[in-house]
């Protein structure tokens, strides 16, 4: 099977020009001007744009979250992906407490086995390095194509690990080589705020943004930072939002380290507006980190712009309306938190 695309602006990581593009059984095997050759399937692109397929390094497909579980499994999310253009995605396999590594990483493939349609990878997350997961357990990972260790500094009770278990991670990164990402918020200040504002009587959608405040994932930042500094690891802070966590990773950049940034999709376009909305209609905009002030807009456009942040990922975890968000109808700390954007 042989197909040409014909007259597209064609977009890499170099270039950007007008041409026609040549694949013989899913293989690129002729770009030029005004191909003349014949084809199978011909296809005009002329005022489209031509892009390689997009790599979505952020998803949770098919993961149990606040009591209920994720409801686009490999298979569904995969589809979407692939409407979407992204042909690559890495999904996180969440250690369950008292499960080893294997287990966790057998368990997540099983998810997986014959439901794939598109190309994908896992980041391990460590939950627990007392009962279940060791460090020597940790530093194979590589060998079994798992390269990248995600810790929560946030939900506290559930997924959340203690400083030590960061740092322990961390240098076992430094060991291997992996990289280490972090979802930065502190889960303690949180849990703190979130408490308050239900003895406050304060039950709406909007109270999940204004118990997690902006300072609580700048701390977490700057704390990951320092933390990975020390250890001598890699950091990469996943889906960051806002000001006071772009600030730490400009300076760490400045200075050389070896930091990275990545933001999400969500974080451009929704607002402290969305979550606000009445009617329990804020539930919609339900994440975390959760939406920000429209002044953060520019400042993640900028953080893009001038490779401060240096990805973008959807963090894809989709939850139905009924029965799933609305498990927190009386009280927003129980609204599963995430929204869908994977065909993004
Ligand atoms: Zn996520």
């Given at each position: 099977m042989s197909v040409l695309i014909k007259g597209g602006r064609i977009l890499t990581a170099a270039d950007d020009y007008v041409a026609d593009v040549y694949a013989e059984d899913?293989?690129?095997?002729?770009?030029?001007?005004?191909?003349?050759v014949a084809a199978d399937k011909v296809i005009d692109a002329s005022g489209k744009y031509v892009l390689p397929g997009c790599v979505d390094p952020h998803?949770?497909?098919?993961?149990?979250?606040?009591?209920?579980?994720?409801?686009?499994?490999?298979?569904?999310?995969?589809?979407?992906?692939?409407?979407?253009?992204?042909?690559?995605?890495?999904?996180?396999?969440?250690?369950?407490?008292?499960?080893?590594?294997?287990?966790?990483?057998?368990?997540?493939?099983?998810?997986?086995?014959?439901?794939?349609?598109?190309?994908?990878?896992?980041?391990?997350?460590?939950?627990?390095?007392?009962?279940?997961?060791?460090?020597?357990?940790?530093?194979?990972?590589?060998?079994?194509g798992v390269t990248s260790y995600k810790l929560f500094m946030a939900y506290k009770g559930a997924l959340m690990v203690d400083d030590e278990t960061l740092f322990r991670t961390m240098e076992v990164a430094a060991e291997t080589g992996a990289l280490v990402m972090v979802h930065a918020e502190n889960g303690d200040v949180i849990d703190v705020l979130v408490k308050q504002a239900l003895e406050a009587g304060h039950t709406e959608p909007l109270y999940h943004a204004l118990t997690r405040p902006p300072e609580a994932e700048g701390e977490a930042t700057n704390r990951a930072?320092?933390?990975?500094?020390?250890?001598?690891?890699?950091?990469?802070?996943?889906h960051v939002t806002c000001r006071e966590a772009v600030e730490p990773i400009a300076r760490a950049r400045d200075k050389g380290w070896e930091v990275w940034g990545e933001t999400c999709t969500q974080y451009f376009f929704n607002s402290l507006d969305d979550i606000a909305?009445?009617?329990?209609?804020?539930?919609?905009?339900?994440?975390?980190?959760?939406?920000?002030?429209?002044?953060?807009?520019?400042?993640?456009?900028?953080?893009?712009?001038?490779?401060?942040l240096s990805a973008i990922s959807t963090d894809h975890c989709a939850f139905l309306w009924d029965g799933q968000k609305t498990l927190g109808k009386d009280d927003f700390s129980k609204i599963p938190n995430g929204a869908p954007g994977l065909e993004n």
């Open positions: 899913e293989t690129i095997t002729l770009i030029g001007e005004s191909l003349d998803t949770h497909l098919d993961m149990p979250f606040g009591g209920t579980v994720t409801i686009d499994d490999v298979e569904s999310g995969q589809t979407a992906a692939a409407f979407g253009g992204t042909t690559t995605h890495v999904d996180f396999v969440i250690q369950p407490q008292g499960a080893t590594f294997a287990q966790a990483l057998d368990e997540w493939r099983a998810k997986a086995n014959g439901k794939q349609v598109i190309d994908m990878g896992y980041h391990m997350a460590v939950t627990d390095l007392k009962e279940g997961g060791t460090l020597e357990e940790l530093a194979q990972l590589p060998d079994e930072i320092q933390l990975a500094r020390l250890a001598g690891a890699p950091l990469y802070v996943v909305k009445p009617d329990f209609e804020g539930a919609k905009y339900v994440y975390s980190p959760p939406v920000r002030d429209k002044s953060n807009w520019d400042v993640l456009w900028n953080a893009v712009r001038t490779d401060t």
